[in-house]
């Protein structure tokens, strides 16, 4: 059963300029340990700014399925984005991100992130199992 619904859409102009001001520190505000890994195995920096992007857009929007956004508690690094060895996204959320899912009742979530040259888009749905 759906529990919430949330989606994302971001220049990558305005991170890339947020990043070329303050690089790492940037960086360190706003990715986890894991996060973080995955984004210094990107080789350029068109990459780097895909990256950051298209997490910044899917933690927006995993936010948004909360029904918080960044309020209440919730920070950015306890939203974290990976990637499954095929490349799909996943969440692992912590601190007050986690606690709102689990009193919401979402136990699962569902991910998409698409990119173009200058545009990141997501979109992710949590739900409850049925029993």
Request: hydrophobic share 35%; with cysteine.
């Amino acid at each position: 059963m759906i529990k919430g619904v949330g989606a994302d859409f971001l220049e990558k102009s305005r991170i890339e300029n947020i990043f070329l001001k303050f690089g790492n520190k940037f960086v360190n505000k706003i990715l986890s340990e894991k996060e973080s890994y995955e984004f210094n195995q990107k080789i350029n920096l068109t990459k780097k700014i895909s990256y950051l992007s298209n997490n910044f857009t899917c933690k927006e929007a995993v936010s948004k399925v909360l029904g918080s956004g960044f309020s209440q508690g919730v920070l950015i690094k306890d939203i974290e984005i990976l990637r499954s060895a095929k490349g799909a996204p996943y969440t692992n959320l912590t601190g007050e991100a986690g606690r709102l899912a689990k009193e919401k009742g979402m136990e699962k979530f569902h991910l998409t992130i698409t990119d173009t040259k200058d545009y990141s888009l997501a979109f992710a749905i949590g739900e409850k199992r049925w029993k």
